[in-house]
């Protein structure tokens, strides 16, 4: 059984920093993409980030780039989000997920994400 397990969230002023960390055990593929996803309240799910490790891929979605960072440590199957230069527009329960090399990938001008396994999410709170 594949779980992930995230954490670092928290309440942070505006320009401040936080590093989420998302723990993915019993996934066992030989590469992984790892992704990290957040909704804010009322609002739809956005996709953020997302770094693979069969080729070192990482994509941002417009809103986070230059601002976040991903990185992943594919032998301990653990994925990081450097969050720096936080918004209140940044305030969302932030999810991370995992799948095999497909779970993100880009074509042409666009990333599309296909994730296998999520997590339960890590609160972020951006006051301004």
């Known amino acids: 059984e594949v779980q992930l397990v995230e954490s670092g969230g928290g309440l942070v002023q505006a320009g401040g920093s936080l590093r989420l960390s998302c723990a993915a055990s019993g996934f066992t593929a030989d590469d992984i993409a790892i992704g990290w996803f957040r909704q804010a309240p009322g609002k739809e799910r956005e996709e953020v980030s997302c770094?693979?490790?069969?080729?070192?891929?990482?994509y941002y979605a417009d809103s986070v780039k230059g601002r976040f960072t991903i990185s992943s440590d594919n032998a301990k199957r653990t994925g990081y989000l450097q969050m720096n230069s936080l918004k209140p527009e940044d305030t969302a329960v932030y999810y991370c997920?995992?799948?095999?090399?497909?779970?993100?990938?880009?074509?042409?001008?666009?990333?599309?994400?296909?994730?296998?396994?999520w997590g339960n999410g890590t609160l972020v709170t951006v006051s301004s």
């Open positions: 997920a995992v799948a095999g090399w497909w779970g993100c990938s880009r074509w042409y001008s666009s990333v599309y994400y296909d994730m296998d396994y």
């Open positions: 770094i693979r490790s069969d080729d070192g891929s990482t």
